[in-house]
């Protein structure tokens, strides 16, 4: 055997003796606050990704639940690769997506759920009455869902060159403390972009009345929570992902199964006591509330934020904005 076969054998020989590269053993997650994310919250409680990643051969992994106020620290963490997955509105994965070039995208839609737009300023009678006397908390400005559903709205009602006109009356709250403010009457704020179960109790607020929900402006049921992940996340580490995928699945289906059950898991992860197992039931059991993989309006938002150019690239149909787990369902 001559020297030179005998280096490239030893080569070949030394790599199949490696190790295969390991998958990290860490998963830091990201939400927001609410109802629509329970599903997380079974996860968690349920130890759901631990229990895939065991039965997938994986050793053990730490799943780190992280709770932010909006979506900018999300979008950041996630194309540094602080965070893993990220629960964020479908706006926030339509913008990473762009700016990334695709390369972070859609895990699969969580919540269709409505957001309703609300005020306490008895002048506003319409959308058509707010003016700068106005504060609408929103969890970000300019990229948050309820932002760009107040973009849509202002397009829809004076055109698209006008969309950009609501911007000035949004404040950057969560939905705890835009609902402090609000009941308070703090920071000027009179006015809040909401969701359950903050807006079942800023209802019940003296002169606080409904203005219209994201249902209204787009047309129908609607995604407003998306898990997104990398492209790199995910080609390096394909059982966690998986993992993940699948206890989402599964904490999606044992709340639909049971969602008296799945209320009672929501005060105690919350920590809500403003609310009892009934209030939540409520919510999560309306017709116009669901907890499901499949897409909704994703699409459509999409083309308003290129039409408008939040968003440079266009995707041709839903499914480019999302990885091949969700492909196949019926989404838009």
Request: overall charge neutral; glycine content about 6%; hydrophobic content about 45%.
């Amino acid at each position: 055997m001559s020297c030179f076969t005998r280096i490239v054998v030893a080569t070949v020989l030394a790599a199949l003796a490696l190790p295969a590269s390991a998958e990290s053993s860490e998963i830091n997650v990201a939400q927001q606050y609410g109802v629509s994310f329970l599903p997380l919250m079974v996860m968690e409680r349920e130890k759901l990704v631990e229990k895939h990643a065991k039965a997938a051969g994986l050793a053990e992994v730490k799943v780190n639940w992280v709770k932010v106020a909006g979506p900018s620290v999300m979008n950041d963490g996630v194309i540094s690769g602080a965070l893993q997955f990220i629960a964020v509105g479908a706006p926030s994965m339509i913008t990473l997506w762009d700016k990334t070039g695709g390369q972070v995208k859609g895990v699969s839609a969580m919540t269709t759920y409505p957001l309703y737009l609300i005020t306490r300023n008895p002048s506003v009678k319409s959308v058509r009455d707010l003016s700068d006397q106005d504060k609408i908390a929103v969890p970000s400005i300019k990229v948050s869902t309820q932002a760009i559903m107040l973009q849509m709205l202002a397009a829809k009602e004076y055109g698209d060159a006008s969309w950009a006109r609501f911007d000035p009356y949004t404040v950057a709250l969560s939905h705890p403390d835009a609902l402090l403010a609000l009941t308070n009457n703090t920071a000027g704020v009179n006015g809040h972009f909401t969701s359950s179960p903050f807006y079942e109790q800023e209802a019940k607020l003296p002169s606080v009345h409904l203005l219209t929900t994201n249902y209204e402006i787009l047309g129908g049921p609607a995604t407003a929570v998306v898990i997104a992940a990398s492209a790199k996340y995910r080609d390096a580490n394909p059982k966690s992902y998986k993992a993940f995928f699948d206890a989402l699945k599964e904490a999606i289906d044992t709340i639909n199964k049971d969602k008296r059950a799945a209320a009672k898991v929501y005060l105690e992860q919350a920590r809500d006591t403003k609310d009892t197992v009934e209030d939540i039931y409520g919510m999560i059991s309306a017709k116009d509330y669901a907890y499901t993989l499949t897409p909704q309006k994703v699409f459509k938002t999409a083309q308003f934020m290129n039409r408008i150019g939040t968003v440079k690239n266009k995707p041709a149909q839903w499914t480019e904005l999302f990885f091949p787990e969700v492909q196949g369902l019926q989404g838009d």
